[in-house]
């Protein structure tokens, strides 16, 4: 074989390689895009009564052809969150419902009978490949329990309804619709501005939940990476016994 035809053949292995690497990494990417695209919470995590806090519900449109208008998020009730607030999003209109708890709750400034036990926003639009995040303030988490679960609905404009409502059991795998989950702490209190950002600010209101992720795509792109040189390295290898 001929110096050029040699050359030929390397560049159009690295090519062939270079193009496998490619195509992985989007596999990659994409895999991951799909398993994240539900309703959750951010932060994932508060202390256990922590005060003054903020919670941000991440909606994403998964449909293609119709667009999200109305979500449904209901709080528990058991374990209550008390003084919810509803941060204005533009577009959309909140409507807070409350209801009387079987167990009223004691606080420093009297016992608490009525809570909020679910916000519907309605009137705006999430269209396809785009979210919303919608922030609530909160007064107090509880802190008897170990996690709040917020069942949400989400409705599209075709009639369809996504229900986040499942919750996964212990140790076991994300059911197919889990539901946001928040994660309750014993440890140093967290308050708004530690925890979690306004959807408007320049910081994450999931810092956590981002870090993790941006941590499992760079291992995974460093494994398709090594894949993808080693594949060059072959396919060079294989050329040159083929001109011996």
């Known amino acids: 074989m001929s ?9 159009t292995a690295l ?5 496998v690497t490619a195509l992985a990494a989007a596999g990659v990417l994409a895999a991951a895009g799909v398993a994240s695209a539900h309703v959750t919470v951010h932060p994932e995590s508060y202390a256990k009564g922590a005060t003054d806090g903020l919670l941000t519900f991440r909606v994403p449109n998964e449909e293609d052809t119709a667009s999200t208008t109305k979500v449904q998020v209901f709080l528990p009730t058991d374990h209550p969150v008390l003084g919810v607030l509803v941060h204005p999003r533009d577009g959309w ?5 409350t209801t009387k708890l079987k167990t009223p709750v004691k606080t420093d400034d ?7 036990s679910a916000i519907t926003w309605t009137g705006g639009k999430i269209g396809a490949g785009q979210y919303e995040d919608f922030d609530v303030a909160f007064g107090q988490l509880p802190d008897n329990t170990d996690q709040l679960t917020f ?41 708004a501005p530690e925890a979690s950002k306004s959807s408007s600010g320049s910081t994450s209101k999931a810092a956590d939940s981002s870090d993790s992720t941006a941590r499992g795509l760079g291992v995974a792109g460093l494994v398709v990476g090594v894949l993808g040189l080693a594949a060059a390295a072959f396919a060079i290898v294989r050329s040159r016994s083929a001109r011996s």
Request: aromatic share 2%.
């Open 151 to 191: 069942k949400t609905l989400q409705t599209y404009s075709d009639g369809k309804v996504a229900r986040w409502i499942e919750e996964a059991a212990a140790g076991g795998d994300e059911p197919e619709n889990p539901a946001p989950v928040l994660k309750l702490t014993t440890g140093a209190e967290k308050t």
């Open 15 to 19: 090519r062939r390689a270079a193009a």
């Open 93 to 97: 209109t909140a409507k807070v419902t």
């Open 3 to 11: 110096m050029s035809k040699h050359m030929t053949s390397t560049r």
């Open 110 to 116: 009297g016992t608490i009978t009525d809570a909020v």
